[in-house]
């Protein structure tokens, strides 16, 4: 093994002896910029230049790539290598890591190609069979109707790509010729084909990145496998049969993936309410193991609503329920749940479809009622102020509408941001936690915006800006005040992403609900200390800024149409809050009004089923009878909802359950395995309790493993149902508004599959190349991403791990007198320390460099009592009748 082997199987290990203080290696790289021999900067004309410090050598452009190559001398960076002798081991070791690194990123990047290409292969086979089998048989002589054939021909005749095209005079049929060998090696035919690329993405206006899309690239790849007979399809088509045919098979794909398993994990459907481009529209949604969401349709409510109807609950039950039906004559009872916001007629229509599907369960969206949590927090005046600065901050620096200041911010955070821009956020009460999220940015910002403020350009220049806003931003006490406040309800926005993850997290939820419940007393403390310090006159005059102005208000951008995400939603008005409580009883007051909603059955069958040792930990020590008896409930809805309350069949499903319950939490049973609960279970560190549940409860347990499979593999929210409006209204914009709601639904099922799909594809990528355990926050988290609140920890001392016994490969080196054997000795006891057993007063420790070969005991290590000369060492033999290890273990276990 080399060297570089070693360290890093060190650096993995986990420590119990702490080594002999070593040469401090220099900080970790995470790009090379960081290093202090590579220099990167402008020349008075502004251009790029970087140096090496070693060589001393200059280069054009920061290519980060060249520059790794550059100082690790090796070939393929397409740069000069480093001549210098002088790069010291240190140094070399990190430049290889990053190196290492760099190619660890290429190949996992090109993995996910191929994946991507895979995928676009498999599902290529399947359209072309089903397009061939549908496609009218054409004559030879037949010519493409105008319709059906695209003008590329102007384009790529104004480019001079097109050979032998004929003229005016000439006949429009096609002539054809038989490809000869100069064809296929014309020099020009790449440039040609290359221009004509870049010429349809620039002037259709289409986004650079389609040029090294997958998809693209597999369109240019089949073309070379066609004859120059080969007409490409008319818009007519297009928008057409290809469109339903293409339709059809991922909605049958869709169908077959929600499908798959549902037996054991089961489905959930969900769906959201949005006005798009004038348009009332309903999404129908499904989630399963296979597929986290699946677009079923789209509906256009303006034909019911014209035929004064309305979008009532029976309505909207309506829509779900032909859906559910055709999964349940599939597989029976397979949907389990059905998820809304809190708008009182979706709500309602859930009631309706659990009348109609008695084993169905009907919840909240997680994620809407922490959106309700902080609509009810920044109402309270305090929150209701920083919200207002932060509103004014981005209107004069982040929003554009003031020219000059915004061209200066964003100059200086190019310079606070090694180049890059980076601009504020915008936020607006319909977007969850929106100003929670602003206010993080702006406190990135703070060295940029203080930097603006203080600049000579903005000093000289005569803005339109309040003075009172400038003043308050360059105090201390403000960005102070606004890092407390934010850091206040920062964990609410990790319960919201949980929320809005597309994965199976409904063992986690409770778990989360509990340790915010924790968390805000801490929270409470911070509040209440700056509710006094915000009485101010620096604050107050704050208070009569005009919050109506058009620049503030919560729409978007004139330039699009606003989504309405929450068009049906109508939040609860707050209640009021006692004017005798404190700031932080205030948040902790409107916090109990919401939990409640996010505390379902299912969400505490979820916890109680967790095999997560945290969650697993939790519930055993918190479990009381109303957990139970909301396990009770769950169980009587999925299983026995048309059996009565006093049947034998109910009663020995419940009580079997509460038997194998009592076995899951004692590790009993078919739970009794080590291995099952080992940390280092892929299932367990990467969160996937249902996975765990399918492979080591299912087929040992009766009730409990089919009962955990269906409860820990749903979602808690519907964050998929709203960004699915994102992709609506990325298709129905500008000069395709008027898309019929039939070619918006199709095409958004399309395009919305395709992105997931390779949205999982890099999800599951990540996840392979991960180890770390599943990560549960608490306040030191919370407290080390904010200064005033991080507590400074030395950095840990290296540790390693120390086997006090002779191995199985010692006995065969231990006589082997060569450098391999040496060096494996000298890894395992090199640098150690023990007492003499027999003179516990001479404490002695091993050499971390050399060791001594003795004929007739093979190797020895050389131990060194303190104020020994270096030839003043002791051999210690390392064999079963010798006590060195012994002196060892006894050292390390004292």
Same mark, same amino acid.
């Given at each position: 093994?080399?060297?570089?082997?070693?360290?890093?199987?060190?650096?993995?290990t986990?420590?119990?002896?702490?080594?002999?203080?070593?040469?401090?290696?220099?900080?970790?790289?995470?790009?090379?910029?960081?290093d202090?021999?590579?220099?990167?900067?402008?020349?008075?004309?502004?251009?790029?230049?970087?140096?090496?410090?070693?060589?001393?050598?200059?280069?054009?452009?920061?290519?980060?790539t060249?520059?790794?190559?550059?100082?690790?001398?090796?070939?393929?960076?397409?740069?000069?290598?480093?001549?210098?002798?002088?790069?010291?081991?240190l140094h070399?070791?990190?430049?290889?890591?990053?190196?290492?690194?760099?190619?660890?990123?290429k190949?996992?990047?090109k993995?996910?190609?191929?994946?991507?290409?895979?995928?676009?292969?498999?599902?290529?086979?399947?359209?072309?069979?089903?397009? #061939?089998?549908? $496609? &009218?048989? %054409?004559? *030879? @002589?037949?010519?493409?109707?105008? =319709? /059906?054939?695209?003008?590329?021909?102007?384009?790529?005749?104004?480019?001079?790509?097109?050979?032998?095209?004929?003229?005016?005079?000439?006949?429009?049929?096609?002539r054809?010729?038989?490809?000869?060998?100069?064809?296929?090696?014309?020099?020009?035919?790449?440039a040609?084909?290359?221009?004509?690329?870049?010429d349809l993405?620039?002037?259709?206006?289409?986004?650079?990145s389609?040029?090294?899309?997958?998809?693209?690239?597999?369109?240019?790849?089949?073309?070379? #496998?066609?004859? $120059? &007979?080969? %007409?490409? *399809? @008319?818009?007519?088509k297009?928008? =057409? /049969?290809?469109?339903d045919?293409?339709?059809?098979?991922y909605?049958?794909?869709n169908?077959?993936?929600?499908?798959?398993?549902?037996?054991?994990?089961?489905?959930?459907?969900?769906?959201?309410g949005?006005?798009?481009?004038?348009?009332?529209?309903?999404?129908?949604?499904?989630?399963s193991?296979?597929?986290?969401?699946?677009?079923?349709?789209?509906?256009?409510?303006?034909?019911?609503?014209?035929?004064?109807?309305?979008?009532?609950?029976?309505?909207?039950?309506?829509?779900?329920?032909?859906?559910?039906?055709?999964?349940?004559?599939?597989?029976?009872?397979?949907?389990?749940?059905?998820?809304?916001?809190?708008?009182?007629?979706?709500?309602?229509?859930?009631?309706?479809?659990?009348?109609?599907?008695?084993?169905?369960?009907?919840?909240?969206?997680?994620?809407h009622?922490?959106?309700?949590?902080?609509?009810d927090?920044?109402?309270?005046?305090?929150?209701?102020?920083?919200?207002?600065?932060?509103?004014?901050?981005?209107?004069?620096?982040?929003?554009?509408?003031?020219?000059?200041?915004?061209?200066?911010?964003?100059?200086?955070?190019?310079?606070?941001?090694?180049?890059?821009?980076?601009?504020?956020?915008?936020?607006a009460?319909?977007?969850?936690?929106g100003h929670?999220i602003?206010?993080?940015?702006t406190?990135?910002?703070?060295?940029?915006?203080?930097?603006t403020?203080?600049?000579a350009?903005?000093?000289?220049?005569?803005f339109?800006?309040?003075?009172?806003i400038?003043?308050?931003?360059?105090?201390?006490?403000?960005?102070?005040?606004?890092?407390?406040?934010?850091?206040?309800?920062?964990?609410?926005?990790?319960?919201?992403?949980?929320?809005?993850?597309?994965?199976p997290?409904?063992?986690?939820?409770?778990?989360?609900?509990?340790?915010m419940?924790?968390?805000?007393?801490?929270?409470?403390?911070i509040?209440?200390?700056?509710e006094?310090q915000?009485?101010?006159?620096?604050?107050?005059?704050?208070?009569?800024?005009?919050?109506?102005?058009?620049?503030?208000?919560?729409?978007?951008?004139?330039?699009?149409?606003?989504?309405?995400?929450?068009?049906?939603?109508?939040?609860?008005?707050?209640?009021?809050?006692?004017?005798?409580?404190?700031l932080?009883?205030?948040?902790?007051?409107?916090?109990?009004?919401?939990?409640?909603?996010?505390?379902?059955?299912?969400?505490?069958?979820?916890?109680?089923?967790?095999?997560?040792?945290?969650?697993?930990?939790?519930?055993?020590n918190?479990?009381?009878?109303?957990?139970?008896?909301?396990?009770?409930?769950?169980?009587?809805?999925?299983?026995?909802?048309?059996?009565?309350?006093?049947?034998?069949?109910?009663?020995?499903?419940?009580?079997?359950?509460?038997?194998?319950?009592?076995?899951?939490?004692?590790k009993l049973?078919?739970?009794?395995?080590?291995?099952?609960?080992?940390?280092?279970?892929?299932?367990?560190?990467?969160g996937?309790?249902?996975?765990?549940?399918?492979?080591?409860?299912?087929?040992?347990?009766?009730?409990?493993?089919?009962?955990?499979?269906?409860?820990?593999?749903?979602?808690?929210?519907?964050?998929?149902?709203?960004r699915?409006?994102?992709?609506?209204?990325h298709?129905?914009?500008?000069?395709?508004s008027?898309?019929?709601?039939?070619?918006?639904?199709?095409?958004?099922?399309?395009?919305?599959?395709?992105?997931?799909?390779?949205?999982?594809?890099?999800?599951?990528?990540?996840?392979?190349?991960?180890?770390?355990?599943?990560?549960?926050?608490?306040?030191?988290?919370?407290?080390?991403?904010?200064?005033m609140?991080?507590?400074?920890?030395?950095?840990?001392?290296?540790?390693?791990?120390?086997?006090?016994?002779?191995?199985?490969?010692?006995?065969?080196?231990?006589?082997?007198?060569?450098?391999?054997?040496?060096a494996?000795?000298?890894?395992?006891?090199?640098?150690?320390?023990?007492?003499?057993?027999?003179?516990?007063?001479?404490?002695?420790?091993?050499?971390?460099?050399?060791?001594?070969?003795?004929?007739?005991?093979?190797?020895?290590?050389?131990?060194?009592?303190?104020?020994?000369?270096?030839?003043?060492?002791?051999?210690?033999?390392i064999?079963?009748?010798?006590?060195?290890?012994?002196?060892l273990?006894?050292?390390?276990?004292?």
């Open positions: 093994m080399s060297d570089t082997d070693d360290e890093e199987d060190a650096e993995d986990e420590v119990e002896a702490i080594l002999s203080p070593a040469e401090t290696p220099p900080r970790k790289l995470n790009v090379i910029w960081e202090d021999k590579i220099q990167k900067y402008l020349d008075d004309d502004g251009k790029q230049h970087w140096k090496c410090l070693w060589c001393c050598r200059t280069f054009q452009h920061w290519n980060a060249k520059a790794l190559f550059h100082v690790n001398k090796e070939n393929g960076g397409e740069v000069r290598k480093c001549t210098s002798h002088a790069i010291d081991p070399k070791q990190a430049y290889k890591k990053l190196l290492q690194k760099y190619r660890q990123q190949d996992s990047q993995n996910l190609v191929e994946s991507k290409k895979r995928s676009s292969d498999e599902y290529l086979a399947t359209a072309s069979v089903a397009y #061939t089998s549908r $496609k &009218k048989k %054409v004559t *030879p @002589g037949t010519v493409p109707s105008p =319709g /059906e054939s695209p003008a590329a021909g102007q384009t790529q005749a104004q480019l001079g790509f097109l050979h032998g095209t004929p003229s005016s005079g000439q006949s429009t049929s096609p054809y010729h038989q490809q000869k060998l100069g064809d296929v090696v014309d020099p020009q035919s790449e040609s084909l290359t221009m004509a690329i870049a993405i620039h002037s259709c206006g289409l986004p650079f389609l040029a090294s899309h997958h998809k693209f690239r597999r369109v240019l790849t089949l073309s070379k #496998t066609v004859t $120059k &007979k080969y %007409v490409p *399809p @008319g818009r007519n297009v928008a =057409g /049969e290809l469109l045919l293409n339709y059809q098979l909605k049958q794909k169908m077959e993936c929600l499908q798959k398993e549902a037996n054991i994990f089961g489905i959930t459907f969900f769906g959201d949005a006005t798009v481009k004038k348009s009332p529209l309903i999404n129908i949604l499904a989630s193991v296979h597929l986290p969401v699946g677009c079923l349709r789209i509906v256009d409510c303006s034909g019911h609503l014209e035929s004064d109807g309305h979008k009532d609950a029976t309505y909207i039950s309506s829509l779900f329920i032909p859906h559910i039906t055709e999964m349940e004559d599939k597989t029976p009872k397979c949907t389990d749940l059905v998820i809304f916001d809190g708008a009182s007629n979706v709500q309602k229509a859930g009631l309706l479809l659990e009348a109609k599907f008695p084993h169905l369960s009907v919840m909240h969206g997680a994620e009622v922490i959106s309700l949590f902080f609509h927090v920044f109402h309270l005046h305090e929150f209701a102020l920083l919200k207002r600065m932060n509103r004014r901050i981005y209107k004069y620096f982040g929003s554009g509408s003031m020219h000059s200041p915004y061209a200066i911010f964003s100059k200086h955070t190019r310079d606070h941001n090694s180049g890059k821009s980076i601009g504020l956020i915008r936020a009460d319909t977007r969850m936690g929670v602003s206010m993080l940015r406190l990135r910002l703070k060295d940029a915006l203080l930097s403020i203080s600049s350009s903005f000093l000289q220049g005569k339109k800006i309040e003075k009172k400038v003043d308050v931003l360059k105090r201390e006490t403000t960005w102070e005040f606004m890092e407390k406040f934010v850091r206040a309800v920062f964990p609410v926005l990790i319960v919201l992403r949980l929320a809005d993850k597309k994965e997290v409904m063992d986690k939820l409770y778990f989360y609900v509990r340790r419940d924790k968390t805000l007393e801490k929270s409470k403390e509040l209440d200390g700056l006094l915000m009485k101010g006159v620096s604050w107050r005059i704050l208070s009569d800024l005009d919050d109506n102005d058009a620049q503030l208000n919560d729409s978007e951008d004139s330039g699009s149409e606003r989504i309405d995400y929450d068009s049906d939603s109508t939040a609860e008005d707050c209640d009021a809050v006692g004017s005798t409580k404190t932080g009883e205030k948040v902790i007051a409107l916090w109990e009004k919401r939990r409640d909603k996010l505390i379902s059955d299912y969400a505490i069958a979820g916890w109680l089923l967790s095999p997560m040792a945290e969650i697993r930990i939790d519930s055993h918190n479990m009381t009878g109303v957990h139970r008896n909301a396990v009770v409930r769950l169980l009587k809805k999925m299983y026995g909802a048309e059996l009565a309350d006093d049947s034998d069949e109910l009663a020995g499903i419940l009580n079997t359950f509460w038997a194998e319950f009592e076995l899951f939490q004692n049973g078919p739970f009794d395995k080590a291995y099952i609960w080992n940390t280092t279970n892929s299932d367990l560190q990467l996937k309790s249902h996975i765990w549940h399918k492979k080591n409860s299912f087929f040992d347990t009766k009730i409990l493993g089919k009962f955990a499979c269906r409860v820990c593999s749903k979602i808690v929210g519907i964050g998929s149902a709203e699915n409006w994102g992709d609506v209204k298709l129905k914009s500008m000069k395709r008027h898309l019929s709601p039939e070619a918006v639904e199709k095409q958004a099922t399309i395009y919305g599959a395709s992105c997931m799909a390779d949205a999982a594809l890099a999800r599951e990528k990540a996840q392979e190349n991960t180890s770390d355990p599943y990560k549960f926050w608490d306040d030191e988290d919370f407290d080390s991403q904010f200064d609140f991080a507590v400074q920890k030395q950095p840990s001392a290296k540790k390693r791990y120390i086997k006090c016994y002779l191995e199985s490969w010692e006995k065969d080196h231990v006589r082997k007198h060569d450098d391999v054997s040496k494996k000795f000298l890894k395992k006891y090199g640098g150690l320390e023990f007492d003499d057993i027999d003179h516990l007063d001479q404490h002695y420790k091993i050499d971390n460099h050399d060791m001594d070969y003795r004929r007739g005991s093979g190797w020895c290590v050389k131990a060194y009592t303190d104020g020994d000369k270096p030839e003043d060492w002791t051999p210690w033999v064999n079963y009748e010798e006590a060195l290890h012994t002196c273990a006894t050292y390390y276990t004292k």
